[in-house]
């Protein structure tokens, strides 16, 4: 059998802070993210026997059916996910808690005979999922809000506005992203906005710190590979975002 090429909405999710903790607790966190979302989709309304679940170790991949529409991946979803981790996090120890970025693109991606996926949308599913925005946002939540999402260009431009129940604009916040040779605007998603579950202040569930209040709804931020690592724009060690308010 030769390979087909399908145009996917695909999910990817990580575990903020999962290094560190252990083999023990890193397999109870990949556990719980894997329950979680099947718990989530399913309340959603849909079958996860027709998704690809693919593991990343410290997160995961989902590649949705081709006749799914792709609002299907925001909404319930990403509220609904929400509100399965936090009610973990509210019944477990500070080790096996969960902090969750998540990224959202489609495209035509590769399927070979096999099972394996791969594909250039993989690739900006990745950047988006390790861009500095995201994980800004990750910290931005008030306390118990353990998910932040980010949406490609393309993804925002073909389902938020279109009349799709719960995807109203003013709960994404635009933004730059720029990670090694990626560069593209981008929306982020978290739980306080219309969309999601609003919830009340307090110290962040997870380290315990008192949690950064959300940002104005434009953020820009630039971020550079260099080396083996990523450097943000610094001077004097201070790392600068730009915000802008919307007009």
Known sequence: MNPRYEYRALLACDIAGSAGRGEQRLQEIRG?????LFDALGIAGLNTRDFLYVDTGDGCQLVAPA??????????????????IREHNGQAGVDTRLRVRAAVHA???????????????????????????????????????P??????R???????????????ADAFTAADVRVKEYAARAWLWYPGSPVGPRVGSGLDPV?????AQPEPRTVEQ??????????????????????????
Do not use: M, W
């Open 67 to 84: 006749a799914l529409p792709k609002a299907g991946l925001l909404f319930p979803l990403l509220p609904e996910l929400c509100s399965r």
């Open 32 to 36: 719980v993210l894997r329950s979680t």
């Open 154 to 168: 393309h993804f925002y431009e073909e389902t938020v506005g279109h009349g799709y129940e719960g995807l109203e």
């Open 107 to 145: 495209g035509e991606i590769r399927l070979d005979p096999d099972g394996t996926v791969s594909g250039a949308p993989f690739e900006a599913l990745a950047r988006l999922l390790d861009s500095a925005p995201l994980r800004h946002a990750t910290l931005a939540g008030t306390g118990g809000t």
């Open 207 to 211: 380290s315990g710190e008192q949690p």
């Open 222 to 247: 630039l971020v550079q590979a260099t080396g083996h690592g990523t450097a943000f724009a610094v001077h004097r060690g201070d790392q600068y975002i730009r915000h802008n308010d919307r007009g």
């Open 147 to 152: 998910l932040a999402a980010i949406l490609s």
